[in-house]
């Protein structure tokens, strides 16, 4: 059952993006995506997205897109847009 179910994902709002949050949303799950600025899904993603009140969010910072997530989906690509923390 993935109704209700949080699904988070962390990368470039690029194809994957936009084909995981239409099926997530379709099956009745809240979808946080994790973008940098700059790199946010295609406007028609975000307009379906609409169509969904309250389980649609694009947070910039990954590490607060994923919390309370039940399905986290990163790419492989992220260390390139979102800078590492300092130690």
Not at 72 to 82: G, K, P
């Amino acid at each position: 059952k993935l109704d209700g179910l949080k699904f988070c994902y962390i990368g470039d709002g690029n194809n994957m993006a936009n084909s995981l949050t239409v099926g997530a949303l379709k099956v009745g799950m809240s979808v946080s995506l994790g973008c940098p600025e700059g790199y946010f899904p295609d406007q028609t993603i975000i307009d379906f997205a609409k169509q969904y009140p309250g389980k649609f969010q694009i947070i910039s910072n990954p590490v607060e897109a994923a919390a309370d997530a039940d399905v986290v989906y990163t790419a492989s690509i992220l260390i390139h847009r979102f800078p590492l923390p300092k130690k």
